[in-house]
C-alpha cells in the first residue's frame, strides 16, 4: 500500500520571517510528514486594495489594517523561496507551496516545483487553472466551497490545458477556520473519488486531529493540515493551526492507522493463530464414561482448550460409542 503524503502546512503562519519559516520547517521535518507547504503570492496581483477580511481573519489580526496590508506582510520573495528550498533539500523534505496569482505559477515552475496546489479559493479562476494546466505537472486541487459541477470544471479545464488526469488528486475540504464538526462531510470524498474516478484526499480545517485520522481510514491519500509554532502568535492561521505535539501526535495516528488498515482478507493473523487452542473449545467428557457408553448430552460438554475435537461436529459425534474410558473434563 502506498504512504499516505501528510503535507504540513506552514502557509502564512512565519509572520514573514524567515527565521521563523526555518523553525516551521524543522517542526515539520521532527514530525515525520512529507512535505511542508507555504503560499506564493503577490499581494498586488492578489488582492484588490478594497477587499474584506473574513470574519476569522478579523479575530486574530489588527481590525485597522485591510486585508491587503494583512497580506503584504506576509509575502516571501524569490530569494527567501530559494533560501527555504535549500534548507528543505538539507533536511530532506519536500518544499510545497501554492501559488496565487500567475507571476507565483511561474516563480515556483523556474523554482522546479514537481507538485503544484491549487488552494480552494482558485477553484473558479479560469486563466490560473488553464495556465497551471499548461506546465502537466502533478497537482493537488482543493475543493472547499466548491459543488460537484465546479469541481468537474475545474478539471476539465486541467486536463484540456495539459495536465494528465492521473497526474490530478483532489482534496475534499470546507474553507471555515476552524471547521465546525457537523459541516466537515467527509463522505463527500467518496462523492470526488467516484465520480471522477481519481484518488481522493482531505485539507483539513477543524482543530484536533481526529477527523484527519478518519479521513486516512475512509481512504484519504493525501492530508493537508495547518501547523504553527505557537497557537496565540499574531496572525490570521494560527489559532485554527496545531502546534507542534498536536502535529507529531497527528503523523503519528495517521501512520498507526495505515498499518491497521490492512489487506482486506479476513483470516487468522499470524500474532493471533497461537491464541486459537486457548480462546477456542472442544467436546469434553462432561462426567466420567465407560467404554462402549453412548456419548450424548447427558455426558458430554463443551470447554476449553481447543485442541481436541471441534465443537462444530458435535451433531456428529452425538450417539457415537465410546472407544475408551474417560475422566471428567478430559478430551474426547
Known sequence: MKKVFI?????????????LAKKLIDVAVDSGVDAV????????????????????????????????????????????????????????????????????????????????????????????????????KKVILSTGM????????AMDILINSGTKKENIIVLHANTEYPTPMEDVNLKAMFTIGNTFDVPFGYSDHTLGIEVPTAAVALGATVIEKHFTLDKTMEGPDHKASLEPDELKAMVKAIRNIEKALGNSVKKPSAS???????????????????????????????KRPGNGINPMRWDEILGTVATKDYKEDELI
Request: charged share 30%; net charge negative.
Open 146 to 153: 466548491a459543488d460537484i459541477g465546479e469541481i468537474e470544471d
Open 272 to 302: 493471533e493463530t497461537k491464541n486459537k487452542p486457548i480462546a477456542r473449545k472442544s467436546i469434553v467428557a462432561k462426567t466420567d464414561i465407560k467404554k462402549g457408553e453412548i456419548l450424548s448430552e447427558n455426558n458430554l460438554a463443551i
Open 7 to 19: 503535507i504540513a502546512e506552514a502557509g502564512v503562519n512565519h509572520n514573514g520571517s524567515i527565521e
Open 37 to 136: 507547504k507555504f503560499q506564493t503570492f503577490k499581494s498586488e496581483n492578489l488582492v484588490s486594495k478594497n477587499a474584506q477580511k473574513a470574519d476569522y481573519q478579523k479575530q486574530t489580526t489588527d481590525k485597522e489594517e485591510s486585508q491587503f496590508e494583512m497580506i503584504k506582510k506576509l509575502e516571501l520573495d524569490v530569494n527567501t523561496h530559494k533560501e527555504l528550498i535549500s534548507y528543505c533539500k538539507n533536511k530532506n523534505i519536500m518544499f510545497l507551496s501554492t501559488p496565487f496569482d500567475h507571476d507565483s505559477i511561474d516563480l515556483l515552475s523556474d523554482l522546479g516545483l514537481e507538485i503544484f496546489k491549487i488552494p480552494s479559493g482558485e477553484i473558479t479562476n479560469l486563466p490560473y487553472l488553464r495556465h497551471l494546466g499548461k506546465l502537466n
